[in-house]
Nanobody, 112 residues
Framework: QVRVVESGGGLVQAGGSLRLSCEVS????????VGWFRQAPGARREMVAL???????TYSVSVEGRFTISRDNAKNTVYLQMNSLKPEDTAVYYC??????WGQGTQVTVSS
């Protein structure tokens, strides 16, 4: 059974940083698509940053240059380092594995 567990959200002032972590219990972690989505109140869930199954990274235009996705395959964990945070980054952030499995979400709130 696949489990996806996020951690690391919180409240931060604009311009600050946060790092999210996501541990995935799945045997195919190294070769599967894994990454981060977010959903703001009243908005659709959107992709933030992903590792594709081929190992490349892709970012939303709105976060490119500020956010960095990384992974530790030995720990089956993917990270999202978020710098220069803006109030519009406020959302629930979800980890996704294999474009199928979702974590419970972690709240990120950026105050102005």
């Amino acid at each position: 059974q696949v489990r996806v567990v996020e951690s690391g959200g919180g409240l931060v002032q604009a311009g600050g940083s946060l790092r999210l972590s996501c541990e995935v219990s799945a045997s195919g972690f190294r070769v599967s698509t894994v990454g981060w989505f977010r959903q703001a109140p009243g908005a659709r869930r959107e992709m933030v940053a992903l590792f594709t199954s081929g190992g490349r990274t892709t970012y939303s235009v709105s976060v490119e240059g500020r956010f960095t996705i990384s992974r530790d395959n030995a720990k089956n964990t993917v990270y999202l380092q978020m710098n220069s945070l803006k109030p519009e980054d406020t959302a629930v952030y979800y980890c996704n594995y294999d474009l199928t499995y979702w974590g419970q979400g972690t709240q990120v709130t950026v105050s102005s």
